[in-house]
């Protein structure tokens, strides 16, 4: 089970950290994403992770922004956004990829678990 934390509301150019911990297994071998909804829209590729953190990759809207990270012993992602914009509202859920540890990919159809998200508003 996968429990996202560390939303709330923010003003633009500001900073948050979301935190994504796993609990009743372990994602330590698994690649790791975070994706974003907003109401109306898509869910959007934000960032994602390798098992062991050598790989990243990032969004092209959160690039220079945002960054993932892991701490496999606490088995727990990170995202960590700043200069935060209005566009960045969205509830936001970490995912994991079974079949991957070293594979990223922005497909969300590609992860198999997923949390519940939680949510980020940016005032302007």
């Known amino acids: 089970q996968l429990q996202a934390s560390g939303g709330g509301l923010v003003q633009a150019g500001g900073s948050l950290r979301l935190s994504c911990a796993a609990s009743g297994g372990t994602f330590s071998r698994n690649v790791m994403g975070w994706f974003r909804q907003a109401p109306g829209k898509e869910r959007e590729f934000v960032a994602a992770?390798?098992?062991?953190?050598?790989?990243?990759a990032a969004g092209d809207s959160v690039k220079g922004r945002f960054t993932i990270s892991r701490d496999n012993a606490k088995n727990t992602v990170y995202l960590q956004m700043n200069s935060l914009k209005p566009e960045d509202t969205a509830t936001y859920h970490c995912?994991?990829?079974?079949?991957?540890?070293?594979?990223?990919?922005?497909?969300?159809?590609?992860?198999?678990?997923w949390g519940q998200g939680t949510k980020v508003t940016v005032s302007s």
């Open positions: 995912a994991a990829d079974r079949d991957s540890g070293i594979r990223i990919t922005s497909i969300p159809s590609a992860y198999d678990y």
């Open positions: 992770i390798s098992w062991s953190g050598a790989s990243t």
